[in-house]
């Protein structure tokens, strides 16, 4: 069941969504776009800027996909803390 989408959302008006839907704590999250992935934890991890496909599932972890391949370019198990921050105006 689709409960909301964006289309061409303002960096604070994707903020704002993400941040709201993560808050739920039952939705899957699937964000399009331009990213670059930082990942601190046990092993820390990064995905270079490029066009991505970000899922988030409601037990935290989360999956960045590339535009080929069947496996995930990035991935992380069961997260504790998601943050979506503005950076130099980009969500």
């Not at 964006?6 to 331009?34: I, K, M, N, R, T």
């Not at 601190?40 to 490029?50: D, K, M, T």
């Not at 996909?65 to 503005?86: C, E, F, M, Y």
Request: proline fraction near 4%; charged fraction near 25%; charge should be negative.
């Amino acid at each position: 069941m689709l409960r909301a989408s964006l289309l061409d959302p303002s960096p604070e008006e994707l903020c704002a969504f993400v941040s709201e839907q993560l808050s739920s704590g039952d939705a899957l999250l699937q964000v399009a776009g331009e990213f670059e992935v930082f990942y601190q934890g046990r092993a820390a991890s990064v995905a270079e800027a490029g066009d991505y496909l970000v899922m988030i599932k409601s037990d935290g972890s989360v999956q960045v996909h590339s535009r080929r391949g069947v496996k995930p370019v990035n991935w992380q198990p069961q997260t504790d803390d998601l943050r979506v921050a503005i950076e130099d105006g980009y969500a």
